[in-house]
């Protein structure tokens, strides 16, 4: 068998991942959020639609009780 070659995990220094960045303020965050949203394919779109409905759904359901 071959042994191929180790790639390190973050090759491209460059790239950063959206949970390490830090946002001067809440509506530069959310307007990443939609930037990224909206480069999204039409399935991803679409993924992430039904995910909110099932969430709604179940928040719905949810008994939230506040005992002391």
Do not use: C, W
Not at 45 to 55: D, I, Y
Not at 61 to 67: E, Q, T
Request: glycine share 2%; net charge positive; charged share 30%.
């Amino acid at each position: 068998m071959e042994d191929y070659p180790k790639t390190e995990q973050n090759s491209n220094p460059q790239q950063v991942n959206e949970a390490d960045v830090t946002y001067k303020s809440e509506a530069s965050g959310e307007l990443a959020r939609l930037r990224k949203n909206m480069n999204m394919s039409d399935m991803d779109k679409l993924r992430a639609f039904t995910r909110m409905l099932v969430r709604n759904a179940m928040y719905k359901k949810a008994i939230i009780s506040h005992h002391k």
